[in-house]
């Protein structure tokens, strides 16, 4: 094991539409229950990086928004990527990585399972040919498959890689050391629920307060939180009706909702 601090940027906390939605009577989207004079109710799509202690970067996956994601946090470039799916809202920001490649003058490393990278690859076949920097007019990725059961060691990081239902497909989450990231769940494994006991800092899935068929909800969370008993539990994929300030004020102690732009220390260990 290693003593250091992982460092964890929220890139983006929303759902698969973010926050607000695409609408509204005047055209300026709807925000259901959240207020739209809070800022920490404008959420763009679900998305992390982790932040070794040697400096490189892990970003979990490629959403819609992340270019923009990646300038307002001040974050030029990430090492490597992981996916946890292949849903739009977690891939479709791919052709940006091309200023990934142009920092580090090689192609990035992407890690899943063959079957989400099969479908990443349909996507953007493009970005999956021999990258060199004569080709910096596009992303340059290169495939890692993985699987669940998996322990991964990347840009000095050791992850615990796991499957999750996510209704009609499963995605992965894993558990770095004190950290453990779980987003686009609807139910957990009792395998997978002892895999994170005792975890000090765990981001979740709580699309909402009604239960839905593809992402869990608030009291699923709080029923998982009690076996996993973490000492801080962040909630992420947060819709139009999970209003940053309601939940500031009613959540338990040791539970919080997220916010875009959101950056937190996990001390401990990075691997366990």
Avoid at 98 to 109: H, V
Avoid at 198 to 204: A, L, P, Q, S
Avoid at 205 to 229: F, G, N, Y
């Amino acid at each position: 094991m290693t003593d250091s601090t992982l460092t964890v940027t929220v890139l983006g906390c929303g759902g698969s539409s973010g926050v607000p939605l695409i609408g509204g009577a005047d055209g300026r989207g709807v925000w259901g229950d959240c207020d739209p004079d809070e800022p920490r109710n404008r959420r763009t799509r679900s998305s992390i990086v982790m932040q070794a202690p040697d400096g490189r970067r892990l970003l979990v996956d490629t959403g819609p928004d992340m270019r923009n994601q990646l300038i307002a946090n001040g974050i030029p470039y990430a090492d490597a990527i992981f996916y946890t799916h292949a849903h739009a809202d977690h891939i479709a920001g791919l052709d940006d990585v091309r200023p990934f490649n142009w920092a580090l003058e090689r192609p990035i490393e992407v890690f899943g399972t063959e079957a989400v990278l099969a479908e990443i690859r349909g996507r953007f076949d493009y970005a999956f040919r021999p990258w060199t920097p004569k080709d910096a007019f596009r992303p340059g990725v290169e495939p890692r498959f993985i699987k669940a059961g998996d322990r991964l060691e990347v840009v000095g990081l050791i992850l615990d890689v796991f499957e999750q239902d996510h209704g009609k497909l499963n995605s992965l989450g894993f558990r770095c050391g004190d950290f453990a990231y779980c987003t686009d769940v609807v139910s957990l494994t009792d395998e997978v629920l002892s895999l994170l006991g005792g975890v000090d800092t765990w981001m979740v899935d709580c699309l909402q307060m009604k239960p839905h068929s593809a992402h869990a909800w608030l009291d699923r969370v709080l029923e998982w939180r009690e076996r996993i008993r973490p000492r801080r539990t962040i909630l992420t994929h947060l819709g139009p009706f999970m209003d940053w300030a309601t939940l500031e004020r009613t959540l338990p102690p040791g539970i919080e909702a997220a916010f875009d732009g959101l950056t937190f220390a996990v001390p401990g260990q990075i691997a366990f």
